[in-house]
């Protein structure tokens, strides 16, 4: 996936992973590495609204996104809002969302409570289950990814944990994301935390293992 990250502009950084302990992540069929950061696993907590939003799941105990900051919207979005707000390819991202026939979505941002950690979960309406996968897959595709991880349960879901340097060349950022399609529907979770080049920061395996979880149990349960 390549999507906007708040105030982040990502450059791999070759080897880090070596550092940060997800060296042993590597193979879909392997486990999450020992060194990978604890994490409490959250609850679910539904949006309480209609349509999408009550597809949608957040962490529970995590608090929410700066105001006015289309990144860290928690709410519906359009095809074209979010081509215009959130895509960090406009034009690929639109082609592949009227190509799934994709009009509507959803998004929901979440601080950790000691707001080192973000979360996105993104879910996006397709025309037919083909069509999901393939705007899953064309998603994907955009970046590369070198470091599956296993969810219990979800042997399909696409995954990938990663370290990069960001902007500011002191900084370093840890990604965890997944992605799965349920029925018409696609969901994406991403989970960031940033450090420095002397403490670089472990992708968050547990805690994005946990929401996406969490995310297929409620499109399973509602959706169908």
């Known amino acids: 996936m390549r999507r906007v990250t708040p105030g982040v502009a990502v450059v791999a950084l070759a080897g880090l992973a070596a550092l940060t302990g997800c060296g042993n992540d590597a193979g879909a069929a392997t486990t999450p590495a020992a060194?990978?950061?604890p994490t409490t696993t959250p609850a679910a907590v539904a949006i309480p609204t209609n349509g999408l939003a009550a597809l949608a799941v957040v962490p529970g105990g995590f608090l929410k996104g700066a105001p006015g900051d289309p990144t860290q919207l928690t709410g519906p979005f359009t095809r074209q809002t979010f081509v215009d707000t959130l895509s960090a390819v406009p034009?690929?991202?639109l082609a592949l969302l009227l190509n799934a026939g994709c009009k509507d979505g959803y998004q929901?941002?979440?601080l950790s409570p000691d707001r080192r950690k973000r979360v996105t979960v993104q879910l996006f309406k397709t025309a037919s289950k083909p069509k999901a996968h393939d705007l899953q897959q064309g998603f994907w595709n955009q970046t590369e990814h070198a470091k599956p991880f296993a969810v219990p349960g979800l042997p399909g879901a696409l995954t990938d944990?990663?370290?990069a340097i960001t902007g500011a060349t002191d900084k370093?950022?840890?990604?965890?994301e997944a992605?799965?399609?349920v029925g018409t529907m696609v969901a994406e979770v991403t989970v960031t935390q940033t450090g420095s080049l002397e403490k670089p920061?472990?992708?968050?395996l547990k805690l994005?293992?946990?929401v996406i979880r969490l995310q297929q149990a409620r499109l399973t349960t509602k959706s169908g």
């Open 35 to 37: 060194t990978t950061a």
């Open 91 to 93: 034009a690929e991202d």
């Open 108 to 110: 929901t941002f979440r």
């Open 161 to 163: 944990a990663r370290t």
């Open 172 to 176: 370093v950022v840890a990604v965890a």
């Open 179 to 181: 992605s799965i399609t």
């Open 201 to 204: 920061p472990v992708p968050d």
């Open 208 to 210: 994005a293992t946990a």
